[in-house]
C-alpha cells in the first residue's frame, strides 16, 4: 500500500476511535513505520478534525530531533478548567510552559526571529488522552501518528522574564487534590525551548500549516505523565512563574 492510501486507511480508523471505542492496535500494514508516515497519518486526521490552532512539541534530549503534533481547534482551554474524566483515557496529566505567538514564524526563523514572535508565555497543562485501549502497549510512532496522545491543553498564568528562564533549575510542581505528587528542579528533557520552536517552524511549514500570530505551542513535559483517577483536581505550580487548574469531574 503507497504512503497516501496507507495514511489515509490508518487515519480514519483513528477518526473512528475518537467517535466510539478505542483501537488495540493499528492492523499490521497500516502503522506507521518512521515519523514521515506518522506525521502523514497526524495530517488527514487533521484535515478532518481541523483547523491546527497550534503546536506540540517536544524532544527527548538537547540533541535529539522532536517530535510534533498539532492541537486542534476545541483543545486549547483557559484555566480553571473542568473536563469530564470519562473523555480522556488513560487521564493523564502533564505540567509544561507554552508561548503564545504575536506575529508568525516561517521555516528557517533564527533565535532571534523565534524569540521576536513570542507575545506570551504561558503554565499550562497537558491532558493526555489516547485513542487506543492500552496505552502503554502501543509503539512510540502509533503514538505519534495519534497526535502524540494530546487530548487537551489548559492554559494557565501568563509570565514574564521567561527569556530569562533556566530550564535546569525552574522549580516545578503537580498537585493533586491539593497533595503534591511531584516537586523537582528542571525536568523538561529538551533544555532549550527556544530550538523547539525553531525546529517547529520549519517542520509546520513543511507540513503546509506555518505557524501563525495567535497559535499556543507547548513545549514538552517537565513532570513525565502522570496518571489521575476520576474527580481529581489538578494543579500545576512552576515557582515565580505561576499556575494551570483543572478538575475532572464524573461522568
Known sequence: MSAIPKAAAAAELLLLARRSAPLDRLPDGLGPVDAAEAYAIQDVVAERLGPVVGWKVGAASIEAEPTAAPLLDGTILPSPASLSSAAYAPLGVEAEIAFTLARDLPAGASRSDAEAAIGAAHV??????????????????????DFNTNGALVVGTAFDGWRDLEVSRQKVRLDFNDQTVIEQDGGNTASDLLRLLVWLAGHAEGRGQPLAAGQVVTTGSWTGIRFVTPGTSVKAMFEGLGSAHVDFHLP
Open 124 to 145: 499550562v497543562i497537558e491532558v493526555c488522552a489516547s485513542r487506543f485501549s492500552d496505552w502503554h502497549a502501543v509503539d512510540g510512532l502509533s503514538k505519534l501518528a
